[in-house]
């Protein structure tokens, strides 16, 4: 293969990890959000010479024209888009795949086939025309884990469309400078508090252990309209509450200084937390949900428990607590997780590897 060019209206991270692994085998291009790039990526992205990155206003006229611009003087092998949540960054990938059909081949990474439920779904709702357009024309499909492929086909992909079921890559890696030893018995639930996410699940676990006369040591850290309906009863609990936007170099800190990552959603597609968690060799508690028993063995590298099922989320919590070796176990499962499936490297290889036996849709 000669040369890819990336399109990343969001999941900046996830984009320029991919990028840096693509760019071990070919010349890479990618155009980024540029706020989201600089709030989420960074000092992080330390440029290798490989990767061309181009931060742009992605929700602009003039972005389509650049791109096209670099298509035409590059003529990659493939354009890979992630599908934009927002309308604008919708409309820019709707109007590049129609004119960029039959000129190369397109890739679209799908991250949730259907939006959460909450305060998402409203806001996916208006931009679904764009993005199913997208969807609609886009050479291959790239979706994470089996339940995300198997929901993704169920809602009418083109007859003409490869399928390809990939991983979501580590994100949130911390250096070897921010490695630290886990405080036992901490634990961490982060990121944005919708209602989705079992927030509520959590609160209920903590009153139950405290009224058992067992208390853990629990951090809450985000923001969202979640976080400030229930931090009284999480407060009165016992949780500590960090009510605000994580910094990355934030949000690492504090999963290296927790013992495990608290997962009790009540609908899942796939989750970057886990990525995330694993990422930094921490164990996660999670619900057997949507795609997250794809992401999480139970045993292996992390606890499955039922969702809504506050006893079995405390127990969980406790059999961490209680049990040294066993959490010792099931970090070093998720760190053979980050190493094995969940590396850029591999996902790139398994990637090209399909994408090499495919016809090309030119």
């Known amino acids: 293969m000669g040369s890819a060019v990336l399109l990343a209206p969001a999941f900046p991270e996830y984009c320029w990890n991919y990028a840096n692994a693509l760019a071990e085998r070919m010349p890479v291009t990618l155009f980024c959000n540029r706020v989201l790039f600089q709030s989420e990526v960074g000092e992080a992205g330390a440029i290798n010479g490989r990767v061309q ?8 006229p003039g972005t389509i024209l650049r791109v096209l611009r670099e298509v035409v003087r590059l003529r990659p092998d493939f354009v890979h888009f992630q599908e934009a949540t927002g309308r604008r960054a919708a409309a820019v990938n709707a109007v590049l ?14 991250h949730d086939p259907k939006p959460h439920s909450g305060n998402d779904s409203p806001i996916a709702a208006k931009t679904w025309p764009l993005r199913n357009a997208v969807r609609q024309r886009a050479d291959v499909a790239v979706l994470h884990g089996a339940f995300c492929s198997a929901l993704y086909d169920s809602m009418g992909r083109p007859a003409s469309q490869q399928l390809l079921t990939s991983v979501h890559g580590t994100i949130l890696g911390p250096s070897s400078a921010q490695r630290l030893a886990p405080s036992p018995g901490q634990f961490l639930f982060f990121g944005r508090m919708e209602a989705y996410k079992g927030l509520d699940v959590l609160a209920s676990s903590l009153e139950l252990l405290r009224s058992r006369g067992r208390l853990l040591r629990v951090i809450v850290a985000g923001s969202g309209p979640e976080l400030q309906r229930l931090g009284p009863r999480l407060s009165a609990s016992g949780a500590e509450i960090i009510d605000k936007y994580l910094s990355r170099d934030e949000t690492i800190e504090l999963m290296q200084r927790s013992e495990a990552v608290l997962v009790p959603y009540k609908d899942a597609t796939q989750s970057g937390v886990v990525a995330a968690a694993f990422a930094n060799g921490r164990t996660v508690i999670a619900s057997r949900v949507g795609g997250l028993s794809d992401a999480v063995v139970d045993g292996l ?7 809504n099922a506050p006893e079995a989320l405390a127990q969980a919590m406790l059999t961490l607590a209680d049990a040294p070796a066993r959490a010792a176990a099931l970090r070093a499962g998720a760190e053979a997780a980050a190493a094995g499936a969940l590396n850029w490297n591999t996902i790139v290889e398994n990637l090209l590897s399909d ?5 090309t849709g030119r």
């Open 53 to 60: 990155l181009r931060l742009v206003e992605y929700g602009t």
């Open 355 to 359: 994408l090499r036996v495919l016809p």
């Open 97 to 110: 795949t129609m004119l960029l059909k039959g000129r190369t081949r397109t890739v679209l990474t799908v």
């Open 301 to 307: 590298n992390g606890i499955l428990i039922e969702p």
